[in-house]
């Protein structure tokens, strides 16, 4: 991968600044750079894409999309089951596959890179001034970047975000560890308990490990989910499932939005950054690449025009073809945590897999019928 080095103070030029290459920032810069853009990355790890704070799943259309070459994917897996209290309610076939993300998150900035991006690890956007951006290399050597426009994908505390007001308000815990498997596995496992209040716990297989982790919401001053995760482990552990202690232990934060304006002045947002994470299962990548990739797009357009204005077409290309999910996703978040002591009764209503997802929730009025509206 082809990076630079800022050796001195200095105001670097450019079309368009993305800051985050994670899979909407390297998605953005790829699609902007192949249009004749010059693009220039910022990135605050040292290695792109490392740690990992990802279950690492992507469903099965995804991979076809990228035109990426191998090196990432881990398994196939045919589908999910989905535990509630304790208790299998249901298997689906649902193909996917796990990935190696920190490899894929390279593989998307090496791509970035070769259409002529340049690419700077180790570099924090730290401030706006003036209309520059005030970049910090290793902690050290700090410089402007003057950009005609400017793509935040730096994840759920995004600094872009915070310079045009639009910065997630509704952000869950999640922790997740790696463990052994004790037998290979095909299917991801999704755990629903009353007790991981507004979130689940999951297991997602990886060869001959797997991710298990879980987010859920704090309910006042408790903080249960370092224990919570103890006790899925030790499930696992008992059902046979997994062996030996868990490790590289990580913890972050899932966005879990309604829809908001995620453009302003010459800054638009994509991935986590502008909340474009599904609200309801928390799955990302698929809408950060798709996202990441508009953003690239109309950016590009606004830097050949030169005329600003083209930026709306992003948030109107984003707004149709995932706005309606996202808004059900938290319409149905909404109902997961008001109505949780119900758990059993509604969660049809609030998982993906249900067709009773896709209709008005009717809470049971005692007779074993569907009554009116909860």
């Known amino acids: 991968m082809t990076f630079i080095r800022i050796e001195a103070v200095e105001t670097l030029t450019c079309d368009i600044l993305v800051i985050g290459a994670g899979p909407a920032g390297s998605s953005a810069a790829l699609e902007a750079s192949s249009k004749g853009a010059r693009v220039v990355v ?11 704070q990802c279950a690492e799943y992507i469903p099965a259309f995804l991979l076809g999309e990228l035109r990426l070459r191998g090196g990432f994917v881990v398994q ?10 304790g208790r299998l309610i249901q298997e689906i076939a649902a193909p996917g596959y796990t990935i190696r993300r920190d490899a894929f998150d390279q593989l998307l900035a090496d791509e970035a890179a070769k259409a002529g991006a340049a690419v700077l690890s180790s570099t924090r956007a730290v401030a706006m001034d003036g209309g520059d951006v005030l970049i910090r290399q290793k902690g050290k050597v700090e410089s402007r970047v003057r950009a005609r426009v ?35 596995m095909e299917f991801t496992e999704v755990f629903f308990d009353e007790r991981i209040y507004g979130g689940y716990g999951w297991l997602f297989p990886k060869g001959d490990e797997a991710n298990v982790g879980l987010g859920m919401k ?14 899925l482990l030790s499930l696992l552990s008992g059902q046979g499932k997994i062996a030996g202690d868990p490790f590289h232990i990580k913890a972050g934060h899932i966005p879990a939005e309604p829809r908001r304006a995620i453009t302003g002045r010459n800054i638009m947002l994509a991935g986590d950054a502008a909340g474009h994470t599904h609200p309801i299962t928390g799955a990302g990548i698929a809408q950060a690449v798709m996202g990441g990739r508009m953003a690239g797009k109309w950016a590009a357009r606004a830097v050949e025009s030169g005329d600003l204005s083209y930026l709306s077409g992003y948030e109107s290309e ?3 073809l995932f706005g309606d999910t996202l808004e059900r996703g938290f319409e149905r978040r909404r109902l997961l945590e008001s109505k949780w002591s119900r758990l059993e009764e509604i969660f049809k209503y609030c998982w993906v897999t249900f067709k009773e997802y896709h209709e008005p929730y009717k809470r049971n009025n005692g007779t074993g019928q569907r009554g009116v509206p909860g």
């Open 42 to 52: 910022v990135d605050r790890r040292a290695v792109i894409g490392v740690p990992v």
């Open 76 to 85: 196939p897996l045919r589908g999910m089951k989905t535990f509630l209290n």
């Open 150 to 184: 400017i793509i935040g994908a730096d994840g759920p505390h995004s600094i872009a975000g915070r310079w045009i007001g639009s910065q997630n308000a509704n952000l869950i815990p999640a922790v997740q560890a790696r463990v052994c498997l004790s037998r290979p």
């Open 218 to 231: 704090k309910r006042g001053d408790r903080n249960e989910i370092g224990d919570m995760l103890e006790e």
């Open 318 to 320: 984003w707004t149709e």
